[in-house]
């Protein structure tokens, strides 16, 4: 494990590293994790390797998002947690962490940005032990991480934490989760990560998150975001341009924010009336249905329209809609 550890020159820069450089293990509380020894003995090796250069604390785990855990704190910078064995394929961007901001590339210019950034940012990085992919993921979060004091990351093995990937609904690996909402598939290099952290506030993330939620099935945090904020009109954006497939998940989550409030989502109604008029006719019916789902009033005449559309499903759409408003209105 750690081999990287033994070669002359790593050995070298951690015992430079005296006094700027912590390594905090937080292991499990209630039950034995099959990570508890690999991670120890990744920190006893650290020491050795550093000569005692590097301070070794044992933490309590608070505000983590799994243990056990290896922390690696560099001074002034941003924590990197390891939720993971950082062996094999996954050592090199642990070692490379270890080591600090001396990376090749520190002057990439993708670092000139970092004055812009105002609030902090957490990353979880989903990997595999097996994925040829994943220590690429680790290594661009990683970099963040080393050149901000912002940024926090967190490399969690997927088949160890099982209920955590369950909770974001991890199909693929990796996977990155930008403030536990935008998830982003595959390996983004630094400098395209570091993008996404700083249009945080911009309509086009809002947007992105919203589909991200009902791309990886998330459907009541989705909903939850219709109901609130500018989420009902990014919606409205998504689904316009939206596939058939895609809608499925739309309607759903359309679904689960209308149980909690019948009338949430009644805002969208004036815009989704020109839809209808599509030359899409799988774009009419489920837009019909949409409305039909919402139950206002407002859409009736221009549902009545449809019982005519040329396209038999999307009349019968058309008229089960009005029977779903009619029945809001008895309600």
């Known amino acids: 494990m750690l081999s990287e550890l033994d070669a002359a020159d790593v050995r070298a820069k951690l015992a430079s590293l005296k006094g700027s450089l912590e390594i905090i293990l937080h292991l499990a509380i209630e039950k034995e994790s099959p990570l508890d020894r690999p991670l120890a003995e990744a920190v006893r090796r650290i020491e050795a390797a ?3 250069a590097v301070t070794i604390k044992r933490g309590d785990g608070a505000g983590l998002a799994a243990l056990p855990c290896l922390t690696i704190a560099h001074h002034g910078l941003g924590k ?3 939720q993971a064995v950082p062996d094999g394929p996954e050592a090199p961007p642990f070692v490379e962490a270890l080591l600090g901001p001396s990376w090749d590339g520190a002057t990439e210019s993708w670092t000139e940005r970092l004055s812009a950034l105002k609030r902090p940012a957490e990353l979880l990085v989903f990997v595999g032990t ?4 994943c220590p690429g993921a680790a290594r661009s979060a990683n970099r963040i991480a080393l050149a901000t004091p912002l940024v926090t990351v967190s490399i969690v093995d997927v088949q160890v934490h099982a209920t955590l990937a369950e909770r974001f609904n991890v199909r693929a690996v990796p996977l990155t989760v930008l403030d536990g909402d935008l998830a982003m598939t595959g390996v983004l290099r630094a400098a395209e990560l570091m993008d996404k952290i700083l249009f945080r506030d911009d ?4 947007k992105g998150v919203l589909l991200s939620l009902v791309e990886q099935g998330r459907l009541d945090e989705a909903a939850n975001r219709m109901r609130t904020g500018p989420g009902a009109a990014q919606f409205l954006t998504i689904w316009s341009a939206s596939s058939t497939s895609l809608r499925i998940g739309l309607l759903t989550a359309v679904e689960e924010a209308l149980e909690t409030d019948s009338t949430a989502l009644d805002g969208l ?3 989704l009336l020109p839809i209808l008029q599509s030359k899409d006719a799988a774009l009419r019916g489920d837009t019909a249905d949409l409305l039909g789902k919402i139950g206002h009033r407002a859409a009736a005449n221009a549902l009545k329209t449809l019982l005519e559309d040329p396209n038999p499903d999307v009349a019968e759409i058309a008229s089960e809609a009005l029977e779903e408003i009619d029945g809001r209105d008895r309600d």
């Not at 097996?130 to 992919?133: A, E, S």
Request: hydrophobic share 20%; net charge negative.
């Open 130 to 133: 097996t994925c040829p992919h």
């Open 80 to 82: 990197i947690h390891y």
């Open 50 to 52: 550093s000569g005692g």
């Open 269 to 271: 109604v004036a815009d």
């Open 203 to 206: 309509d086009s993330h809002g």
